[in-house]
């Protein structure tokens, strides 16, 4: 099989896979963890990303690496929601479910003006994950797995307690905006797990918050990288496998206890 699957109705060889979606999947966390996903046979990612032509790019590099897994593109702009809706219809057309949901996208926004800022880093980091996921819930209420997932990708500078730690080892670091809309992401995956857990259809699906910590991404810009690197962020890789775990169900014990880090967990 062709590892980038071009558009198709229905294709009855997806019935024994798990479709993954992730946000923001042509770069850094992204990238990574559907790279992990493909070395599986049994995952198909569909990688959503704002740009085709970035996204038909990244699928071209993994192609070369000519792993067993599959996967396919998708152009989503999460912050618009007419690419939302066209974005759902086309995974409804093409795949009938999506059995794991990984909002990944995100910024840290550096606007001229506090309320530019604001507005900007919470339209991406808080909303469109909340749109997104529940524009996609039909889907995964018809996933076929017997416990659909879905993950939120935070940080542990939105930890409320850690915020008020003098020895937490980011303590210092400023970025309100960002800290404040990390926290609504947390609070958002736990109403979703009080939600679901009373909605018939939806009371399957697991939610899950994921911390990768300093990691090197493009979240600030692709200036942003080389800045990360330089300061000694971890490498991508890692936090891909971790979200590979989480969604095969191996970090489930840590999943009730807060922010599932990359080798435990982190609180609120």
Known sequence: MDKILHPFKHNKSMDTKTIVLITGANSGIGYAATEKFIKNKDFHVIMACRSTDKAQAALKQLESKKEPGSMSPLQLDITSQDSIDNAVKHVTDHFGRVDVLINNAGIIAFESTLIENLRKTFETNIFA????????????????????????????????????????????????????????????????????????????????????????????????????????????????????????????????????????????
């Open 129 to 268: 994950p909340m749109l997104i996921t529940y524009a996609f819930l039909p889907l995964l209420e018809a996933s076929k797995a017997a416990t659909p997932r879905l993950v939120y990708v935070s940080s542990d500078l939105g930890s409320v307690t850690l915020r008020r730690d003098p020895s937490y080892q980011h303590y210092k670091v400023p970025s309100t905006p960002y800290r404040m809309s990390k926290a609504s992401l947390d609070m958002l995956a736990a109403c979703n797990e009080e939600e679901f857990a009373r909605t018939k259809g939806a009371e399957r699906i697991k939610v899950y918050v994921f911390n990768p910590g300093y990691t090197v991404s493009n979240l600030s810009g692709p200036e942003g990288v080389e800045i990360r690197k330089s300061r000694g962020a971890a490498s991508p890789e890692d936090s891909g496998v971790a979200l590979v775990d989480i969604s095969m169900g191996k970090r489930d014990a840590d999943q009730e206890k807060g922010m599932i880090n990359k080798k435990g967990w982190y609180p609120w």
